[in-house]
């Protein structure tokens, strides 16, 4: 059996990060968050994710500039 997809969460707005990750792990993913640019590429060097889900517009480091 192969393991769960892993799905990197990043938003600035709790409540909103904390919705997608319920619907993700529901649907069987393994759902890591963050809740900024910075945090997230923390995640991402000590964990592999095979997909990441971000806002567009947060402070600090927007969804774009994480992407690059």
Same mark, same amino acid.
């Given at each position: 059996? %192969?393991?769960?997809?892993s799905?990197?969460?990043? /938003? /600035? #707005?709790? %409540? @909103?990060?904390e919705?997608? =990750?319920?619907?993700?792990? =529901?649907? &069987?993913y393994? !759902?890591? !968050?963050a809740? /900024?640019? #910075?945090?997230?590429? %923390?995640?991402?060097?000590? +964990? $592999?994710? +095979?997909?990441?889900?971000? +806002?567009?517009? @947060? $402070?600090?480091? +927007? &969804? @774009?500039?994480?992407?690059?």
């Amino acid at each position: 059996m %192969e393991p769960p997809k892993s799905i990197l969460v990043v /938003d /600035d #707005e709790a %409540e @909103m990060l904390e919705t997608c =990750r319920k619907i993700l792990a =529901r649907k &069987g993913y393994s !759902v890591g !968050v963050a809740s /900024d640019g #910075e945090t997230a590429l %923390e995640r991402l060097r000590s +964990d $592999p994710f +095979d997909l990441m889900i971000a +806002d567009l517009r @947060m $402070p600090g480091m +927007d &969804g @774009m500039t994480l992407l690059r």
